[in-house]
C-alpha cells in the first residue's frame, strides 16, 4: 500500500519551488469552485511567497471557508486521562524517558469530577487522549473512561455528547473491539511525513514504526469506524513536505474508502518540558507559513474539517478562523488532572498552551467577530457519518444541517453558562442570524 509517495512529493516541490504568479492565479480561480485542488496544484500554492499571490490566496481561504462552513466554530476540549507512555518521542514532555514527569493514570472517580468541571465551560464534545503504556493506559483502561465520561452530568443535568478519540495507532483486533463503543472521530497524527525525520525524532518504543502510524487509519476504516482525522506536527521537517504529506493521505483514504479525513489538525510545535527537541528546530514555522498552511489546506479539502489547538495564541487563532479553521479547543489544559487543579502543571502537561483564555472569553470574543459558537453533535448522534457525512459535505451542504443547530446550542450554551453579558450579545447574535437561516426541521 503506498499511501504516500515522497520522491514525487520532493519532485513536486521542487519543480515549482518558484511559482508564476500567473498560474497561482488559475489554481485559485479554479479552486473557488471548492472541489478541492490536485496535488500537484498544492505544490504550486504551498510555494507561493509573493505578497499579491499570498493575498489572494486568503481571501479565497476565506471564501470558501464561509461557503462550505457558514459562520459557526465548533468547540470543544481535550481530556487526557493518563501521561504514562513507553515511547520517546524527542518533542513531548510525556515521553518516557523525561524522568521528572509526575505520572498519573486517572481514577474513574477522578475523571468524572474533571467532565464535571468541563461540562461547566459549557462542553458538550471532548477529545480524549492519553500517552501509549501498556500496562497504565491500556485500551481495556480507555474504553472504561470513555464509558465513565457519557455518564458524568453536572449540576443542570448535562452531559457530554460526543467523545473524539486521540490514542495511538491501534491494530485491526483493537479496532473490533473499539468499533461498539460509541465515539466521534479517531484521531492519530503521523507527526512528520518524512520516513528520515520520523526516524530520528522517535527514538524508541511501538512509534518507532512509521508504517504502522501511516497505515492506521486504512485499518481504522476497514474494522468497522466511521470517522477518521490526521494532522502532523508542524516544526519537525519542512512544511511544505507536510502539507503535501497530509494531502496525499487525504486523497488515498478518499480514493480507497470514499471517505476522507473527518478532520485535519495542525498542531505546531511548543515548548515542553525535558523535550529537547521542543526547544529547538530548524524546521520552526513562521505565523505567516501556518496562515498559508491553512488556507492551501482549506483549498486543497473544503470538506474536511479543520481543527486549531490552544497551542496558538489568542489573536492568530481568531484571525485563522476567517482563513479554514471549523473547530477550537477552548478552557484547555494537556495534564491529567488539570481542569480540577491549577493551570500549567509543568510536572505533569504535554506542552506548553498559548492561549490562557478561559471558554466564556473566547466564546464572547467568537461573538463579537460575528461568528457562531456550536456545540452541536448532532451528526455522531444521528449516524450523519462516515460516507454518508462525506456525499453532504462534498456536495457542500454540510451548512443546511449545521447553521440551524448551531444557533440551537448557542442558545442552551447561553441559558445554561453564560453571564449576563455573554446572553445578551449572544442572543442578540442568534436573532440577527434567524432572519438568514433557513430553519427546517427536518435538517437537524
Ligand atoms: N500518545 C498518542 C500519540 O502520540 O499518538 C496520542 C496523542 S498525544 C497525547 C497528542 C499529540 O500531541 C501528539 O500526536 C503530538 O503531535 C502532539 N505533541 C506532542 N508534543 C508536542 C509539543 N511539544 N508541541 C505541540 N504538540 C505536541
Ligand atoms: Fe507518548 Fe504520544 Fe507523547 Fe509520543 S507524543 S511521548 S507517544 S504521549
Redesign the pocket.
Known amino acids: 500500500m503506498k499511501i504516500i509517495d515522497d520522491k514525487y512529493i520532493c519532485e513536486l516541490l521542487e519543480k515549482y519551488a518558484n511559482p508564476d504568479s500567473n498560474h497561482i492565479n488559475e489554481i485559485i480561480e479554479k479552486a473557488k469552485e471548492a472541489k478541492g485542488v490536485s496535488l500537484e496544484d498544492a505544490a504550486m500554492l504551498i510555494n507561493a511567497n509573493k505578497e499579491q499571490d499570498l493575498e489572494k490566496l486568503f481571501d479565497t481561504a476565506k471564501e470558501i471557508k464561509n461557503k462550505i462552513y457558514g459562520k459557526r466554530v465548533v468547540l470543544f476540549t481535550p481530556l487526557y486521562v493518563s501521561?504514562y507512555?513507553?515511547?520517546?518521542?524527542l518533542?513531548?514532555?510525556?515521553?518516557?524517558n523525561n524522568k521528572g514527569m509526575k505520572r498519573v493514570s486517572l481514577t474513574q472517580n477522578e475523571i468524572t469530577e474533571e467532565v464535571i468541571a468541563i461540562l461547566e465551560q459549557g462542553h458538550k464534545r471532548v477529545l480524549m487522549?492519553?500517552?501509549?503504556h501498556p500496562k497504565n493506559a491500556s485500551l481495556d483502561y480507555f474504553i472504561e473512561c470513555i464509558n465513565t465520561v457519557y455518564s458524568a452530568k453536572d449540576s443542570k443535568g448535562n452531559s457530554i455528547q460526543r467523545i473524539n478519540v486521540e490514542i495511538?495507532p491501534l491494530s485491526a483486533e483493537e479496532f473490533q473491539k473499539l468499533k461498539d463503543i460509541p465515539i466521534g472521530t479517531y484521531t492519530v497524527f503521523q507527526?512528520t511525513y518524512n520516513k528520515k525525520t520520523y526516524e530520528q525524532v522517535?527514538l524508541s518504543?511501538i512509534?518507532t514504526d512509521y508504517n504502522w502510524r501511516l497505515e492506521v487509519m486504512h485499518r481504522a476504516l476497514n474494522n468497522g469506524l466511521h470517522d477518521v482525522g490526521i494532522g502532523a506536527l508542524f516544526g519537525l521537517y519542512d512544511y511544505r513536505f507536510e502539507v503535501l504529506g497530509l494531502l496525499s493521505h487525504a486523497m488515498n483514504l478518499d480514493k480507497e474508502f470514499n471517505i476522507g479525513p473527518h478532520t485535519i489538525s495542525v498542531p505546531r510545535l511548543q515548548y515542553a518540558h525535558n523535550a529537547p527537541l521542543s526547544a529547538i528546530t530548524k524546521y520552526a514555522v513562521s505565523d505567516i507559513d501556518f496562515k498559508k498552511i491553512i488556507a492551501v489546506l482549506r483549498l486543497a479539502v473544503p470538506y474536511t474539517g479543520m481543527i486549531l489547538s490552544t497551542r496558538e495564541r489568542a489573536e492568530l487563532r481568531m484571525e485563522l478562523l476567517d482563513l479554514g479553521i471549523s473547530q477550537i479547543s477552548s478552557g484547555s489544559r494537556t495534564n491529567p488532572g488539570g481542569y480540577k487543579q491549577a493551570f500549567n502543571e509543568v510536572d505533569s502537561s504535554?506542552f506548553n498552551l498559548n492561549d490562557g483564555r478561559t471558554s466564556g472569553e473566547i466564546i464572547e470574543n467568537i461573538i463579537d467577530l460575528g461568528y457562531i459558537p456550536s456545540f452541536c453533535t448532532s451528526c455522531y448522534r444521528i449516524g450523519r457519518v462516515g460516507e454518508k457525512f462525506m456525499q453532504i459535505a462534498k456536495k457542500g451542504d454540510i451548512k443546511l444541517f449545521c447553521q440551524q443547530n448551531a444557533l440551537t446550542t448557542l442558545n442552551e450554551y447561553l441559558n445554561d453558562y453564560a453571564n449576563e453579558n455573554v446572553r445578551k450579545k449572544g442572543k442578540q447574535l442568534i436573532q440577527n442570524e434567524l432572519k438568514t437561516t433557513p430553519t427546517d426541521k427536518s435538517l437537524v
Open positions: 501521561n507512555c513507553t515511547n520517546d518521542c518533542y513531548c514532555g510525556f515521553r518516557v487522549l492519553m500517552g501509549e495511538e507527526e522517535h518504543g512509534k504535554q
